[in-house]
């Protein structure tokens, strides 16, 4: 190679190089160039009558279906058996886990048919702590439950709660006495986001729903979706309510899927996401 030849092949080596260090910059510049990103969390609630659906089948893989097509990161599963008869003693919480992927927190609240009945929360990362709340009862008659989860991270806790309210219509008393359990436990401690999800069975124009937006936030906002019959949904009784440290979440969507047959409600997904 001539001395000309390799004193270019010098300039254009050097020329690369500036370059390339132009455009890295330092690893602090580097880092503030990079946005960061938020974290998304998806919130699933559905009234599963125990797997029966509309056509009469006993089903939890097409259940489970629905729940892995969500890519959910909680659940919150109402009207589950384990051990119980009508459902061929199928341990619903084992068996839903085992076809999610996800981890179970089973809320058994009463005694039924030879096995117990509640509810059921299905998660990606297993709880740091679990209490199931006896909610108060005003008859002799079903006992429901506040299924409650906690997790710390470096933001602060998280908390996420899974329940099932009484039905009887022309009487709110119960529901009402609920709604005052969830707001004492709202004020128990601090937190970055906490998670309320269930079956209410209280229509958005009750008092019980009233009492719910004077510390909650509505996850649907102010336009109600109906979730319930699942066949052509007439009301919503099938909620996500939260409260969330000062800009530290928002809610992204809220929606009700079309899964029709699977249950005898549908299904509501909430997206929330946090503030980077």
């Not at 336009?223 to 809610?251: F, K, S």
Request: hydrophobic share 40%; net charge negative; glycine share 8%.
């Amino acid at each position: 190679m001539s001395t000309g030849r390799r004193a270019r092949g010098k300039v254009w080596a050097i020329a690369i190089l500036l370059t390339c260090a132009a455009c890295s910059g330092t690893r602090e510049e580097r880092e503030v160039e990079v946005p960061p990103r938020s974290e998304e969390l998806r919130i699933l609630t559905w009234n599963l009558h125990h797997g029966e659906g509309s056509d009469g089948r006993f089903d939890l893989e097409r259940i489970a279906a629905v729940i892995r097509a969500t890519d959910p990161d909680w659940v919150a599963l109402q009207e589950i058996d384990r051990g119980v008869k009508r459902t061929n003693g199928v341990d619903m919480p084992a068996e839903l886990a085992r076809l999610t992927g996800l981890q179970p927190v089973f809320g058994d609240n009463i005694d039924y048919q030879g096995g117990r009945y509640g509810n059921l929360a299905l998660v990606r990362t297993p709880p740091e702590r679990v209490v199931n709340h006896a909610l108060p009862s005003h008859y002799t008659g079903e006992q429901r439950g506040l299924l409650e989860l906690q997790w710390a991270t470096p933001r602060g806790l998280r908390r996420f709660f899974v329940t099932h309210w009484d039905y009887r219509g022309d009487y709110e008393g119960e529901r009402l006495a609920s709604a005052e359990l969830v707001r004492a436990r709202l004020e128990d401690s601090e937190h970055e986001l906490f998670v309320l999800a269930g079956d209410l069975n209280a229509l958005p124009s009750s008092s019980v729903i009233a009492s719910l937006d004077g510390f909650l936030e509505p996850a649907h906002g102010a336009t109600p979706q109906p979730t319930y019959p699942a066949a052509a949904p007439e009301r919503m009784i099938d909620y996500v309510w939260l409260d969330a440290a000062e800009g530290a979440w928002r809610v992204q969507s809220c929606e009700v899927l079309g899964e029709a047959t699977a249950s005898d409600h549908r299904p509501l997904l909430v997206v929330l996401v946090q503030a980077p």
